[in-house]
Nanobody, 127 residues
Framework: QVQLVESGGGSVQAGGSVTLSCVVS????????MGWFRQAPGKEREGVGA????????YYADSVKGRFTISQDSAKNTLFLQMNSLIPEDTAMYYC????????????????????WGQGTQVTVSS
């Protein structure tokens, strides 16, 4: 049974930092596109960033580029999202997701291509 479990969310003031983790179990960690997504109340789920677990650079949405960093610890099947310079607009439920693929092409526009999702972790940024 595939499980993705996020943690690390919480409340932070604007300008602060938070690091989210996503532990993957029940599937081979390599050869996946792993993505971070978020959903604010009343809004559609949107892509934050993605990384191919077998190597390569991470990809980011324009809204978080330069502030957020995706990394991974393959030995621990864990994905991270380091979020710096947070703003109130970053307030959302954050989800990690996985899809078996040979690349992360289309990660931003094809949420439906991600077969596995975590339960989410809430990040609240106050001004």
């Amino acid at each position: 049974q595939v499980q993705l479990v996020e943690s690390g969310g919480g409340s932070v003031q604007a300008g602060g930092s938070v690091t989210l983790s996503c532990v993957v179990s029940g599937m081979l960690y390599s050869s996946n596109c792993m993505g971070w997504f978020r959903q604010a109340p009343g809004k559609e789920r949107e892509g934050v960033g993605a990384i191919y677990t077998s190597g390569g650079s991470a990809y980011y949405a324009d809204s978080v580029k330069g502030r957020f960093t995706i990394s991974q610890d393959s030995a621990k099947n864990t994905l991270f999202l380091q979020m710096n310079s947070l703003i109130p607009e970053d307030t959302a439920m954050y989800y990690c997701a996985a899809r078996r693929s040979i690349s992360c092409i289309g990660w931003l526009t094809r949420r439906d291509s991600f077969a596995y999702w975590g339960q989410g972790t809430q990040v609240t940024v106050s001004s």
